[in-house]
């Protein structure tokens, strides 16, 4: 299989949607790539899970078509599907042993004892797991466990989509970023589509080559890691991604430039006039915006956060609250301050959505 | 995972089977007693409450249906009383002989009545119990708060002991903490634990009619004496059985959600 | 039971239950003790007669002997019947209620019915139901030119006191197992679908081992009660015909409370409750074994 494909993909539990608020997942159209790792990333009941239930087969959407290559899958039971899934907590079968789990799935498909053995011990190999084949899984730590599952998942060899339900949430914290770099280890050497669930910005950014940033069952932004952190197309994503989140601030544009409180600022880029009564609001990242002892707008210094790398200024501006990156040449700072912001990266937003402006 | 009819209709058929005794006897009580003998009826013909009424009507079986329900609120009341305090120790510290003295407790519940049977019945006589609720009240604790004990702990462990320790830092005396901030947390409990001694005492037999003689005869002993001289008076046996059934019918049909939210949070 | 703080004032709480215990079993034991130790020549006029009781009890030879070993090994027998339709019977309807839907209340509701009716009316339920002239059930068996008779035939009498605990009891074990498969999370039958595991396969793999602990409450607590059996029987069928169904607890209300022969019914007794003190004990170990693995 060389690619899935959402196909206005909705679901509403319980059949019959009246409005936008009974749908769980909203309309989507996306097509995911072979060999590529992607991330769903979002705030609990976004909608992720139920998403990644569609594409596995243990909820038939309500609307929409599932096409694995130009398959029409959106029916087909979970079994014929070559997919794997590993779940937030282990789930293995504690009367066996590792091996046994491993080749259980390979089993049920009746293939020759040799074959099993064979393939077993390459993806033993592959998870490190070749020391504890012959002890039984129940014994064994969460995160052993967790490789288990995933092991059960890769040993098909028919398999060609992996996809994980926050599986790193029952891990020691210490053991986290070992099992992370596994992952993508075996993502790299089996060159599989992996579909990554978390409402953990860090994992989804640090894992996948492309992130569906999901709120409220809708898939707000997709794109790299990169493209979400300078260019965010919602002020979710602005707010979400980014710690801490994007600066929002309410205020007026026109031209080139906005009016915020009062204060002025330069856009990168010439913006229409945005219609009446629609929202506006101005978004900087923290980490364009800086405090400056001599140019800038005047803001009040509420408090100030040493966090090591970085020090961050929670400040006022008019009536407005934003974080600023204080540069590491400032050594002192007082109750008034004046903060700098990028142009390049200061981004223009009506009614949450971005609007690209025409070059200067 | 239980997919298709199949299931279904094994799980239909047995309810049906498992109703059809007491489908019987409702169909027997709702006839008299020479619709009875004439023939084999699947459904009364022609359905009289007669008996129901009789029953109502005598003292003595009224009296019996007191009795009966007398001595299983008290027994009940007491049960959970004492198994109150005892659980939230067993829970909550450990002493010496805990688990000894859990274990023993346990055992309580195994107990054969028949083995109590003479020595309850000599032990009730020389107190001056003999046929009175009170000595088949407090006859039943002997399975009946091991039982309370077992369940209580187990819905006392349920409670973090983080709960414990804030209303001791709030500064709440033990037995203001206990009675206005625990027992409602384990209310759920409580009532699980009720409705099992209610169930327990209800149904035994054997000591309610042993320490048992005129004055506090149970309702279902009376049934068994109530033979008639003309032979068995079947329709009214089957009406009494039927009363008997009524509290039980009641009691679950209060607590059926509690039933349900109790195994869909896994609580055995 | 770990992590708690030492207290003994702990013993306070426990003192109310304490005394209720001793006063309904240990004073009722010792005085089981006492008769089984002497004899008597009439009333208050007792003699040391040491382990005499017990000798001739547990010597087949005897004749009250004899009785006993009869009605131990018809006890047991009666058990181990029981248990092995009720345990995978049990199990089997529980796999067949849903998950969820109104359709469990329901269920729940109907099945806990039996299990509240008092046991001298379950008798009667049943000793109308299997007459021939006025039950549905003889009437069927003899309308279908079966031998059947309760109150003359052993086997009858046999058959019927096996179905009366199996409609009785089987709803505990329904229950039981149905609280046990309802702790089981979804993602395993989901991870099971996945793997393309067959039912049977799901059924050894993940829903037995899962239930083992409920299982061995469901076992010890059927072994008990059929082990203690009294008044089913009873009514029913009295102990008979002659002595086919006269279980342990019947024989020894007979002998104590009939026949007021005290050393004898008191020596059984104390056998009696040991021997249920015993597999008490068992499944207790049994169950800590399993709950350390467990934590394991």
């Known amino acids: ?360 | 995972m239980r997919q298709g009819a199949l299931p279904k209709i094994i799980l239909a058929a047995y309810l049906v089977v498992l109703m059809l005794p007491i489908y019987w006897l409702i169909n027997l009580s709702l006839r008299t007693n020479s619709d009875i003998m004439s023939g084999m009826a699947l459904w009364p013909h022609n359905p009289t409450l007669e008996k129901y009424f009789q029953i109502f009507k005598d003292p003595t079986w009224v009296h019996g249906f007191g009795v009966s329900l007398t001595y299983v609120a008290i027994n009940t009341v007491i049960s959970v009383t004492v198994a109150l305090p005892a659980a939230y120790a067993f829970n909550r510290y450990a002493f010496i002989g805990d688990r000894h003295l859990f274990f023993w407790l346990l055992t309580n519940l195994m107990a054969p009545t028949a083995v109590f049977a003479m020595p309850f019945f000599n032990l009730y006589y020389a107190l001056g119990l003999f046929d009175t609720v009170w000595a088949v009240a407090l006859a039943h604790c002997l399975f009946n708060i091991p039982l309370a004990v077992w369940i209580l702990e187990g819905f006392v462990g349920g409670v973090p002991r983080e709960i414990d320790e804030t209303a001791a830092i709030d500064g709440y005396s033990f037995p203001r903490f206990f009675i206005r901030i625990f027992l409602p947390l384990i209310a759920n409990g409580i009532g699980v634990t009720a409705f099992f001694c209610f169930m327990f005492s209800w149904v035994e037999q054997l000591l309610a009619t042993t320490l048992t003689a005129t004055n506090a005869l149970p309702f279902a002993a009376v049934m068994t004496r109530s033979y008639s001289v003309s032979g068995m008076d079947w329709s009214l046996l089957a009406a009494a059985g039927v009363l008997t059934m009524v509290p039980g019918a009641v009691v679950i049909w209060f607590v059926r959600n509690h039933i349900a939210k109790g195994f869909a949070l896994g609580r055995v | 039971m770990t992590g708690r703080p030492i207290n003994n004032r702990a013993w306070l709480f426990v003192l109310p239950v304490l005394a209720f215990v001793l006063f309904s079993s240990i004073i009722p034991v010792m005085t089981v003790v006492n008769y089984s130790i002497q004899d008597t020549m009439g009333v208050n006029n007792f003699f040391w007669n040491g382990d005499a009781w017990f000798r001739d009890l547990l010597n087949p030879t005897t004749a009250i002997g004899e009785r006993f070993n009869d009605a131990l090994f018809r006890t047991l027998a009666f058990s181990l019947v029981c248990l092995l339709i009720e345990v995978p019977l049990g199990i089997a309807i529980a796999l067949c209620i849903p998950r969820r839907g109104w359709l469990v209340g329901l269920t729940l509701v109907v099945m806990a019915l039996p299990m509240l009716i008092p046991w001298n009316v379950v008798g009667t339920i049943w000793q109308i139901f299997t007459r021939a002239d006025i039950g549905l059930f003889g009437a069927a068996l003899t309308g279908l030119g079966l031998h059947y008779n309760v109150t003359q035939d052993s086997i009858s009498a046999w058959i019927t006191i096996v179905v009366i605990d199996v409609w009785h009891w089987t709803p505990l074990v329904i229950l039981l197992s149905y609280a046990g498969l309802r702790a089981i999370p979804d993602a395993f039958y989901q991870a099971a679908q996945i793997d393309g595991a067959s039912r049977w396969a799901i059924f050894f793999n993940i829903e037995l081992p899962k239930l083992q602990k409920v299982l061995v409450i469901a076992v010890l607590l059927r072994f008990m009660q059929t082990f203690m059996i009294y008044t089913e029987p009873f009514v029913v069928t009295g102990g008979g015909p002659g002595s086919a169904t006269t279980f342990l607890s019947i024989d020894l209300v007979k002998i104590a409370l009939g026949q007021v022969d005290l050393g004898n019914a008191a020596a059984m007794s104390l056998v009696y409750y040991l021997i249920t003190l015993t597999v008490c004990w068992v499944f207790f170990t049994i169950m800590t074994q399993l709950e350390r693995r467990r934590d394991a």
């Open chain 1, 1 to 360: 299989m060389a690619r899935i494909t959402l196909d206005g993909i909705a679901h509403a539990y319980g059949g019959k949607p009246q409005s936008e608020q009974d749908y769980a997942l909203k309309p989507l159209h996306h097509v995911w790539e072979q060999g590529m790792a992607y991330a769903l990333l979002g705030p609990s009941g976004c909608g992720k899970t139920t998403l990644l239930n569609i594409i596995s087969g243990l909820v038939i959407p309500s609307e929409g078509r599932l096409l694995f290559d130009d398959k029409d899958v959106t029916h087909l039971p979970t079994k014929e599907r070559n997919i794997a899934q590993v779940f937030q907590f282990p789930v293995i079968y504690d009367t066996m042993t590792v091996a046994e789990n491993l080749a259980f799935p390979l089993k049920n498909r009746r293939l020759p004892r040799a074959a099993i053995e064979r393939r077993v011990a390459e993806i033993a190999a592959m998870l490190d797991l070749k020391g504890v084949l012959d002890r039984r899984a129940r014994g064994l730590t969460a995160d052993a466990k967790q490789k288990i599952s995933l092991g059960r998942g890769l040993v098909r060899s028919d398999v060609s989509a992996v996809l994980f339900d926050e599986p790193l949430t029952v891990i020691d914290p210490a053991l986290k970023w070992e099992l992370r770099s596994k992952l993508k280890a075996v993502h790299r050497a089996l060159d599989l589509l992996m579909i990554y669930v978390t409402h953990d910005q860090i994992e989804a950014l640090t894992f996948a080559d492309q992130v569906v940033v999901m709120n409220e069952g809708k898939a707000v932004q997709i794109g790299t890691p990169d493209d979400l952190f300078e260019r965010p197309e919602h002020t979710f994503v602005g707010y979400f991604i980014g710690s801490p989140g994007m600066n929002l601030m309410a205020g007026k544009v026109s031209g080139s430039r906005a009016l915020v409180d009062g204060a002025e600022l330069q856009l990168g880029a010439v913006y229409p006039e945005p219609p009446k009564g629609q929202r506006v609001q101005i978004g900087v990242r923290p980490d364009y915006t800086e405090l400056s002892s001599t140019a800038g707008v005047p803001v009040q210094v509420r408090r100030v956060a040493d966090l090591g790398r970085k020090r961050l200024a929670y400040v006022t501006l008019g009536g407005q609250q934003i974080v600023a990156t204080i540069p590491p040449e400032m050594s002192s700072i007082g109750d008034q301050a004046k903060v700098v912001f990028d142009p390049a990266h200061t981004h223009v937003y009506v009614d949450d959505i971005r609007v690209t402006g025409a070059a200067a």
